[in-house]
């Protein structure tokens, strides 16, 4: 959004922003927006564009107020929520260029359980009773303590439980049946508010106050679901869980939410999810456990999300140990072949460790391993752009672009060893504001 655009909509912003506290169209944006972001206590306004606070010091517009509450990232997208609040429309459309997307390097996503959750939100979906809380009991014990899942990799980090469902005493006696009484760094919540009646807030406060946690597990979705405020049909279901989206997005995080499955078959798994569409729609990514009778220890993991191919895992409950453990794969997945140019460049690094130069360098460099290589220079930093994940997890090399005195570097190095290095350690501040969510339009 440019700047012109922007400060025209902030004009119209402060001329229509009393008229719509006086409306009273969307009561549950009054009075939170006179609740402070930072301290929760009661905030005047100033004139008809800003806020302040008396006990904490704090103040600023309609904007900065929605960007803090709702975690927008700019400000302006803080401005298109206020404004789509209000009515107002937005004439202007944001774009990117290919070119301006190409030459993008994201950094890495957080790999939480790595091949089955990424950062973002997650579904695990079963029939009552059928065990999905032992499971994510001991995901939660994993994650906390670094240890796999079963063949999968995890980020050790600190984890918040709301476990809903449970009293203290069942938790703390399947906590041990679990882990031995050897705990990680785990916080459980045996209560908590509803969406949109204050757990937002609640959520924000705890990661303000726990800044390394990534992993949030909410058991189950139903305790959680404000049934006064929407019905049930596809606009609702996605809208009630794009508030968690927005938390789990905005602090990249991981959050888990345990939901049942309906009692009616389906051909397609995502379809026995409880609920419409709009649930698998909304979020990154959905596991659903299903065993083959009500009785048995047998049971499939069904596992689909927007990072990681399709699984389908065979698993056994142990009924002593209370754990799920992997017995094999449905269809185990192809091995997929070698990345040409990658591989050249993996063989490279290998025999000269850190390199700094340019495309074109590079390319000669990788010519000389694999002749069949023609990549053009322009072309090469932006596939390593987009490949930099598979280039450091498969191959070994860590890629970097750097630009000095207006001359594009790449630099790759080998892959360090940080397995030493893992334990996250609680407490450092939290320079974002974390203090408040506010509803979403």
Excluded at 31 to 43: E, I, K, S
Excluded at 64 to 69: L, M, Q, S, V
Excluded at 127 to 155: D, M, N, Q, R
Excluded at 209 to 216: G, Q, T, Y
Aim: proline share 4%; aromatic share 8%.
């Amino acid at each position: 959004m440019t700047q012109e655009v922007m400060e025209n909509l902030q004009m119209e912003v402060k001329h229509r922003l009393i008229d719509f506290l006086k409306a009273e169209k969307l009561p549950y944006y009054e009075p939170a927006l006179t609740a402070c972001p930072h301290c929760g206590r009661q905030a005047g306004i100033i004139g008809d564009f800003m806020w302040s606070c008396n006990e904490c010091g704090s103040k600023g517009d309609v904007v900065d107020y929605a960007k803090e509450r709702n975690f927008f990232k700019t400000r302006s997208d803080a401005l298109k929520h206020v404004c789509r609040v209000l009515g107002i429309k937005i004439c202007h459309l944001d774009t990117i260029s290919a070119d301006e997307l190409m030459d993008k390097h994201f950094p890495p996503d957080l790999d939480l359980i790595d091949g089955l959750m990424s950062k973002g939100l997650y579904i695990l979906a079963g029939a009552p009773k059928i065990g999905k809380s032992w499971l994510v009991l001991w995901l939660a014990h994993c994650v906390s303590t670094g240890e796999p899942v079963w063949e999968f990799e995890t980020y050790k980090c600190p984890v918040l439980y709301l476990c809903l469902e449970d009293p203290d005493r069942r938790v703390q006696k399947r906590l041990v049946d679990i882990c031995g009484g050897q705990t990680g760094s785990i916080h459980f919540a045996v209560d908590a508010e509803a969406l949109g009646s204050g757990l937002e807030e609640q959520l924000a406060n705890f990661i303000k106050e726990h800044p390394s946690m990534k992993l949030i597990i909410i058991d189950t979705f139903q305790k959680i679901r404000n049934d006064g405020v929407e019905g049930y049909n596809y606009g609702a279901d996605y809208n009630i869980l794009t508030a968690l989206k927005r938390i789990a997005d905005r602090f990249d995080i991981s959050i888990l939410l345990v939901h049942h499955t309906r009692k009616q078959g389906a051909k397609d798994v995502m379809d026995t999810i409880s609920g419409t569409r709009g649930i698998s729609g909304c979020v990154d990514g959905t596991l659903v456990l299903e065993k083959e009778t009500r009785l048995g220890t047998r049971g499939k993991l069904s596992a689909t999300s927007r990072e990681y191919e399709d699984k389908e895992l065979i698993l056994e409950f142990d009924r002593n140990s209370k754990r799920w453990a992997l017995v094999g794969s449905v269809d185990d997945e192809e091995v997929e072949p070698p990345d040409p140019l990658l591989l050249a460049i993996s063989e490279f690094i290998g025999k000269v460790g850190n390199w700094k130069g340019t495309a074109t360098e590079l390319l000669e460099h990788l010519k000389g391993i694999n002749g069949k290589i023609q990549n053009p220079p322009n072309a090469l930093a932006r596939y390593l752009n987009a490949n930099s994940k598979q280039l450091r997890e498969r191959y070994g090399v860590e890629y970097a672009p750097r630009r000095e005195r207006n001359v594009k570097y790449i630099c790759l190095e080998p892959v360090c060893d940080n397995s030493d290095t893992s334990d996250v350690s609680e407490g450092a501040s939290n320079t974002e504001n974390t203090a408040l969510i506010g509803q979403s339009a």
